[in-house]
């Protein structure tokens, strides 16, 4: 298994199991599952909404002696309505009574949006909170604070552009040292990857299957689906392999870790054994041709009109 080295050290395993919409009730035993494969890699986050189930899992399998706590690599991530300061340490703490840890490996900010402090999903713009009221800068200063106390061995950020990265390391004292973003080949980032590469911070690909398990309000009529693509399935019959490991493998081959979900066992060992697959260079370069900047996860649920937040802001695009 590859695994991204972090300055101190720390190795994480660059394949993980990815737990959006793994809905309670089926998140446990995928857990459970994925750990019995092998998985040593768990994304989680607040918002998901099944951190209790995880915990459950993940305290049943360092119970039974089937891996350790050490062992393990756990990433969850810092909700838009505790971006305040003085919200930041009890929302970790809530997550780490729920995934029963008493630490994290990885937190994360999930996105570069601030809400109300008693809203989740903001209908309204007068629930939402301007980056010029909430900066990202002063969140950011928390969370180092986080990993000061031992709370968590590394932190970072999800869903952020270069420009809004580069601002954070600018006045960071601890650096960010992951951004998970949205990356499979019709989404490849490359811009981002070049300063991530230059910058020392490592990336976490999300959605690289392409997401086909979106609730219905985040899709497009027109959209490609990305597990069909007739290219990606050729290299993948080529390999020996299916169309969602050759997605996974591109995503290993780039140097990014990457997180497809599933809470179905036959699937969670095909994605595991996606680390043996290996794509050569043509392989690579035809894949490189399918970019077409196209996010499934747009974002558009934060353009909330008369807000201060739009797509361009987001994306800084
Ligand atoms: P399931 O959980 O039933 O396996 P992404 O990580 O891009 O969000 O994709 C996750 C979606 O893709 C889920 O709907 C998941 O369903 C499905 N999926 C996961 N692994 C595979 C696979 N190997 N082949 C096809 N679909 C998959």
């Known amino acids: 298994m590859r695994t991204l080295e972090f300055d101190n050290g720390d190795r994480l395993p660059a394949l993980g199991l990815g737990t959006w919409q793994a809905a309670p009730g089926e998140v446990y035993q995928a857990v459970k599952?994925?750990?019995?494969?092998?998985?040593?890699?768990?994304?989680?986050?607040?918002?998901?909404?099944?951190?209790?189930?995880?915990?459950?899992?993940l305290a049943e399998s360092i119970s039974e002696g089937l891996v350790s706590r050490e062992q393990l690599w756990i990433t969850s991530k810092l909700w838009n309505n505790c971006h305040a300061p003085e919200h930041v340490r009890p929302a970790l703490?809530?997550?780490?009574a729920s995934l029963q840890l008493e630490y994290l490996d990885l937190y994360l900010i999930h996105w570069p949006v601030a809400l109300k402090h008693d809203v989740m999903v903001p209908r309204t713009a007068d629930q939402m909170v301007s980056l010029e009221v909430q900066p990202l800068a002063a969140t950011w200063q928390a969370m180092e604070?986080?990993?000061?106390?031992?709370?968590?061995?590394?932190?970072?950020?999800?869903?952020?552009?270069?420009?809004?990265?580069q601002a954070l390391l600018e006045g960071a004292r601890r650096k960010p040292e992951m951004n998970q973003i949205e990356l499979h080949p019709y989404l490849q980032q490359p811009a981002m990857l070049e300063f991530c590469r230059a910058h020392k911070v490592h990336l976490t690909?999300?959605?690289?299957?392409?997401?086909?398990?979106?609730?219905a309000g985040l899709r497009a009529e027109d959209e490609p689906i990305l597990l069909q693509d007739t290219t990606v399935a050729a290299i993948a019959e080529q390999r020996g392999a299916t169309p969602a490991q050759a997605l996974i493998a591109w995503a290993l081959q780039r140097g990014t870790?990457?997180?497809?979900?599933?809470?179905?066992?036959?699937?969670?060992?095909q994605n595991l054994a996606a680390a043996e697959v290996t794509l050569s260079a043509e392989d690579m370069e035809?894949?490189?041709?399918?970019?077409?900047?196209?996010?499934?996860?747009?974002?558009?649920?934060?353009?909330?009109?008369?807000?201060?937040?739009?797509?361009?802001?987001?994306?800084?695009?």
């Open 33 to 57: 599952t994925a750990i019995q494969l092998g998985y040593r890699h768990i994304d989680c986050a607040f918002i998901y909404g099944n951190e209790a189930e995880i915990g459950r899992a």
């Open 93 to 96: 703490e809530k997550t780490l």
């Open 145 to 165: 604070g986080l990993a000061d106390a031992g709370l968590c061995r590394h932190i970072g950020v999800s869903n952020f552009s270069v420009a809004k990265l």
């Open 205 to 215: 690909a999300y959605s690289p299957l392409g997401s086909p398990q979106r609730p």
């Open 257 to 269: 870790a990457v997180i497809p979900k599933s809470v179905n066992p036959g699937r969670l060992a």
């Open 286 to 317: 035809q894949l490189a041709g399918l970019d077409r900047q196209r996010r499934y996860v747009s974002g558009a649920f934060w353009a909330v009109e008369g807000s201060t937040y739009s797509l361009e802001s987001l994306w800084d695009a």
